[in-house]
């Protein structure tokens, strides 16, 4: 399987973006999708993730109620829709999954297998 992420770019505080994950190759429905971002100078933290089985979705608490991850049924785009955009959420995003079936909710770095490249998201107050 392979990632693309894309849609970043430069957004005013308080603004939407939507990220997409464009997932190519063989996938399972028992695969876990999940979206990270790195700010600069910090480590890479888990933002939501969802199951492709039954679009289940699961949040960081830091984007709990402003981002929403969805995903298509052909199991070709995973989304992540960004709204209320703070300062602090100024990172590069990057989209992965989790090929293992081991969590229902993987949520650590090293639970995913494959990443795609980032896309880097801006937002200025």
């Known amino acids: 399987v392979q990632l693309q992420a894309s849609g970043g770019g430069l957004v005013q505080a308080g603004g939407s973006l939507r990220l997409s994950c464009a997932v190519s190759?063989?996938?399972?429905?028992?695969?876990?999708m999940g979206w990270f971002r790195q700010a600069p100078g910090k480590e890479r933290e888990w933002v939501a993730a969802?199951?492709?089985?039954?679009?289940?979705?699961h949040y960081a608490d830091s984007v709990k109620g402003r981002f929403a991850i969805s995903r298509d049924n052909a199991k070709t785009t995973v989304w992540l829709q960004a709204s209320s955009l703070k300062d602090e959420d100024t990172a590069v995003y990057y989209c992965?999954?989790?090929?293992?079936?081991?969590?229902?909710?993987?949520?650590?770095?090293?639970?995913?297998?494959?990443w795609g490249q980032g896309t880097l998201v801006t937002v200025s107050s």
């Open positions: 190759g063989r996938t399972m429905s028992s695969y876990v």
């Open positions: 969802i199951t492709w089985s039954d679009g289940d979705t």
């Open positions: 992965a999954t989790d090929t293992s079936g081991r969590s229902r909710w993987p949520v650590y770095r090293w639970d995913y297998d494959v």
